[in-house]
């Protein structure tokens, strides 16, 4: 597990785990493997913004498995989170921490979701009682994360992303935009 902490000491009494390729930024079928690369969605930032003027702490939950698959190389890893945090912060948003799973499914590691070592972990971090977090993510791996690590999982299904590759028609209520989910929470 990678992680990176941007406050050591959280301030914030509130949080909200949020997955980040498919969240913040548009998912790539081949890998975001740098900062240019990376695409955010308006609303994504909008939300942050929203989260940072309400004093909300917002924790970054990532697999991150083109890493180990030797697709993204640890200088751009680093690169491209350091861009996403800028980009963020210039739009008035905040990231508290985050936490990432360099490894493919097949090394099953206790961090990958759906297992819940980053969102456990997380929540030691900032000192949440599990069933108190929320987590946002895109993908039905990120919801059994969710419920894995005992916290409420809401999902998010994008215009375009409904399907069965994302299995955004399976039933389980979602938003359609992080904006949205945010403002339900």
Known sequence: MLIWLGHPRPKQCRFLLLDRDG???????DYVK???EVSF??????????????NVGVI????????????????????????????VEESGGSILA?????????E???????????????????????ERAVFIGDRESDMTAAQNAGCRGIRICRDGDAGETNGCSSGRPYFSTLLDAVLSV
């Open 23 to 29: 969240i913040l930024n548009v998912d790539r079928s």
């Open 34 to 36: 740098c900062l240019d």
């Open 41 to 54: 969605y308006p609303d994504a930032l909008e939300a942050l913004e929203f989260l940072n003027r309400n």
């Open 60 to 87: 970054l939950i990532s697999n991150q498995s083109g890493i180990n698959r030797g697709l993204i190389g640890w200088d751009d890893f680093w690169a491209t989170h350091e861009g996403v945090i800028s980009r």
């Open 98 to 106: 985050a936490f990432y799973c360099p490894h493919r499914p097949d």
């Open 108 to 130: 099953k590691c206790e961090c990958r979701k759906p297992a819940p070592g980053m969102i456990t972990a997380a929540c030691l971090f900032a000192g949440i009682d599990p």
